[in-house]
């Protein structure tokens, strides 16, 4: 394998700085000192490599991963979608994971009190390995809204959590992922927190009807991107793609 | 005719969001409170056949009322004993060992705030082109409620002194005494070697984060 060049300065611009007072919990957690910009070093461009072996072979099934007596209870949902770099080369066997709540909008946390009842057959969490192509994809039940302490009446849309290696440590990415059509998005504090309002709208998947299940469920296609790498300048050519 | 000239076009990358409260029924759903996966990732990557000597990395991280926070997801990754990480893009002269990821996740204790890495101490990595050795550490990253995005940041050892004072990163810190956020004290405790590493998300002794 050739050595891996240094990944394109992250954009700020396009992730929420850290400082979001309509976020409330973020005003005692964010740094204030400027961050120091540390040009990548073997540090950066390395991360930690997952193979199959370590995951189930329903890892990627939420219906079924936490199934005791029966389903999960819910709308059937598939999502899948690619998961590209900045220069649209595919991130291939990389680890993604996910968390949400249930269909009522409970999440199986000891730290979660909301009335919403827990569904004995639903863990809320799943995970996979993009394929060469960068592709993932996993069935799970739509989670539902729920208020959380904000704002006295806050609310989070329907979303699920998603969390991406990519190649090296630098590029590692925590988002959240939403419905599209949800009517709770224009009014969420987390979502807000993101000043370019189309990169937010870029976490908003789209209902996608060619991927669905005749009579058995929907799917919704979200991709996402991880910084790209600099291309190096090899006999007057750009390396790579 | 010439070609016209190539003209890259760059996706931008998916914003970041925070990782809430419940980060951990994804990524440590033991500490959640259920079992799923037969496999699951931890904060002890310091199996018996892993070469080095064994160490413990602990601390807490305080918010910017000085309060424990008791939620974070703690993320290392390291090199090995030799100072060579377990990927493809280090091509340094250096033997890699092969039960060693070098990669740690853990969150920090519901009632006490403490957060431990179980490890070994990794070597001194290459510099960047021209610039001299790292001195041995461990980069570490952040996600929890209200962290918009994750923080990184790096912990180096009290007991490298010559070295820590060699180090390119550390020595990029203008200020000795921020460079002191990211340097761990030693300490031993029933046989064990710690190496206690506490983090400041804000205030005074707000700890060094880098953009990468």
């Known amino acids: 394998m050739t050595p891996q060049a240094e990944f394109h300065q992250r954009d700020r611009d396009l992730h929420p700085p850290a400082h979001t007072p309509v976020y409330k919990t973020s005003v005692l957690r964010s740094p204030r000192i400027p961050l120091w910009s540390l040009q990548n070093s073997l540090s950066e461009v390395t991360g930690p490599i997952f193979s199959p072996d370590e995951l189930g072979p329903l890892d990627n099934d939420l219906v079924l991963n936490y199934a005791k007596q029966g389903e999960a209870i819910g709308e059937q949902t598939i999502v899948h979608g690619y998961v590209l770099d900045g220069n649209s080369q595919p991130v291939s066997n990389t680890l993604v994971e996910v968390w949400q709540a249930n269909a009522g909008g409970r999440y199986r946390h000891r730290n979660d009190t909301y009335i919403a009842p827990i569904d004995p057959n639903f863990g809320g969490c799943g995970r996979m390995l993009t394929d060469e192509r960068g592709y993932y994809f996993f069935r799970t039940i739509k989670p539902g809204a729920y208020p959380f302490r904000n704002r006295i009446n806050s609310w989070r849309p329907a979303h699920i959590h998603f969390s991406v290696f990519g190649t090296g440590f630098a590029q590692r990415l925590i988002t959240q992922m939403y419905f599209e059509g949800d009517l709770l998005i224009p009014h969420d504090s987390i979502i807000a927190t993101i000043p370019d309002k189309s990169a937010a709208d870029r976490l908003t998947a789209r209902l996608d009807l060619n991927a669905s299940r005749p009579l058995e469920c929907l799917a919704y296609r979200f991709d996402i991107v991880l910084r790209g790498r600099r291309q190096t300048l090899f006999e007057n050519k750009l390396q790579g793609s | ?212």
């Open chain 2, 1 to 212: 005719m010439t070609p016209p000239p190539f003209i890259p076009s760059y996706l931008p990358e998916t914003p970041s969001q925070t990782a809430g409260p419940y980060v951990h029924i994804g990524l440590i759903p033991e500490q959640a409170g259920f079992e799923i996966f037969e496999n699951n990732f931890s904060g002890d990557i310091a199996g018996p056949d892993v070469v080095g000597q064994r160490i413990i990395i602990e601390g807490r991280i305080f918010d910017g009322a000085g309060h424990v926070t008791k939620d974070v997801l703690v993320e290392t990754w390291q090199a090995n004993a030799a100072g060579r990480y377990n990927h493809p893009a280090d091509m340094q002269n250096k033997t890699i060992d092969h039960n060693f990821r070098g990669w740690a996740r853990t969150g920090t204790d519901f009632a006490t705030g403490l957060y431990t890495i179980r490890t070994i101490k990794p070597g001194s990595v290459a510099g960047r082109k021209g610039r001299k050795a790292m001195a041995p550490h461990v980069n570490f990253w952040l996600a929890s409620r209200g962290i918009n995005i994750g923080l990184a940041t790096r912990m180096y050892f009290g007991d490298e002194e010559a070295a820590n004072s060699d180090d390119p990163v550390l020595n990029i810190i203008e200020q000795p005494e921020r460079r002191k956020t990211l340097i761990a004290p030693r300490s031993e405790r029933d046989g064990a070697l710690v190496y206690t590493f506490d983090i400041y998300l804000q205030g005074d002794r707000e700890t060094v984060f880098f953009d990468v």
